[in-house]
């Protein structure tokens, strides 16, 4: 498995403050949030899978 790219880490963090900031409490499910990051990293040239987050 490759290790995480620290940039990719902070995709996921802005994400998931975007997601809190964003989205009412009573709408923020976990769905949404992995659906955020997922949104996040692809916009930002990552490929997505279950065991992969590699640059494109």
Request: glycine share 8%; charged share 15%.
């Amino acid at each position: 498995m490759n290790p995480f790219p620290p940039a990719a880490a902070a995709i996921v963090a802005a994400a998931i403050d975007d997601y809190r900031l964003i989205t009412p409490p009573e709408q923020q499910t976990p769905a949404g949030l992995t659906e955020r990051i997922g949104q996040y990293l692809i916009s930002s040239g990552y490929a997505v899978g279950p065991d992969l987050i590699e640059a494109a």
